[in-house]
């Protein structure tokens, strides 16, 4: 008797693996900068570059909406985000976008669970570029930026509609052209 394996079944197992992955890389980044640093405290890594700052923030991602008390909104926003994107996920068999899509939903994720518990999220990640004090962001927020960016471009430049959907259009058209 072989053992038989649905494959499907399989890559949505490793894409839900990479993606719990991401989202405990995220929380132990957090968890280990909130009990390491105080709040304000910054570390220097790559002199006027690059520090590791342990900040909270209450709004979003490089601190758009940081004087409104939206905390939970946005956390009820991601999660439902992240709902819609599971759901997108299923849709495609193509490996660029679920990569994409396990980070989007990995950061996603990764930032409701610090506005629902606590009320904010950790940001650490300080860079100072050409002279400008780019926004704290952390892990989460980085992995959403880059799996949007991969969409964005995968979509952009290599994604083809199915050939399959393209044939079927033109043969219905064929034959509506025919019963006319």
């Known amino acids: 008797m072989k053992l038989k394996i649905d494959t499907f079944k399989l890559k949505s197992m490793l894409w839900f693996i990479v993606t719990i992955v991401m989202i405990a890389a ?3 980044s957090k968890h280990y900068i909130s009990t390491t640093m105080e709040l304000g405290e910054k570390t220097s890594v790559i002199d006027n570059f690059f520090y590791i700052t342990h900040h909270t923030n209450k709004g979003a991602a490089w601190g758009i909406f940081h004087n409104a008390d939206m ?8 999660v439902v985000v992240s709902i819609v994107m599971i759901f997108i ?16 939903i990995s950061g996603a994720l990764g930032n409701a669970y610090g506005r629902i518990l606590h009320g904010e999220v950790t940001d650490f990640l300080d860079f100072y570029i ?8 952390n892990v989460a927020d980085m992995m959403v930026t880059v799996g949007t960016i991969l969409l964005v ?3 952009l430049f290599f994604h083809k509609e199915p050939e399959k ?11 509506e052209q025919n019963n006319e």
């Not at 002279?131 to 962001?137: K, M, Q, R, S, V």
């Not at 959907?165 to 034959?175: G, M, W």
């Open 153 to 155: 471009v995968y979509i």
């Open 89 to 104: 996920f299923f849709r495609f068999d193509k490996w660029p976008i679920h990569l994409s899509l396990a980070m989007i």
């Open 26 to 28: 995220d929380r132990i």
């Open 130 to 137: 050409f002279g400008y004090d780019f926004p704290i962001f």
């Open 71 to 78: 905390t939970l909104i946005l956390g009820i926003m991601s």
């Open 165 to 175: 959907l393209t044939k079927k259009a033109d043969e219905s058209v064929l034959q």
